[in-house]
């Protein structure tokens, strides 16, 4: 049951407490999610940059760039995560690491002798 209190209030053992309490949530995701997520911005990304791997469309070449799309899995991590410690001040942090990536045969940087995306 969550503890109800009013922000100016938090103590240190309060922080403790949460930050103890919160399970680290972890879950394999399927990288059409990702897609799905920058797809659904406004306005829409369809492109990826992603160090090592290269540059990938997500969803759509709308462009036409030739580049591969995004194919692969993903681990999601939530956690809870201090921001402030003397304010006693913490937040929510999602991050998304990808596996079994294939890297690209374009990349905006041109490594390893890897297409750049635009002509």
Do not use: C, W
């Amino acid at each position: 049951m969550p503890r109800k209190f009013a922000k100016n209030v938090l103590t240190t053992n309060d922080r403790h407490r949460d930050l103890d309490e919160f399970p680290d949530i972890k879950r394999e995701i399927a990288a059409n999610l990702i897609e799905q997520f920058y797809n659904l911005k406004s306005p829409p990304i369809y492109y990826i940059q992603i160090g090592g791997y290269g540059f990938f469309y997500m969803g759509k070449d709308i462009a036409g760039l030739g580049a591969p799309r995004l194919i692969g899995k993903g681990i999601l991590r939530a956690r809870v995560k201090t921001r402030n410690s003397r304010k006693n001040q913490y937040g929510f942090l999602v991050a998304i690491k990808l596996r079994s990536l294939k890297p690209s045969t374009h990349d905006i940087e041109e490594k390893n002798g890897r297409a750049f995306p635009f002509k």
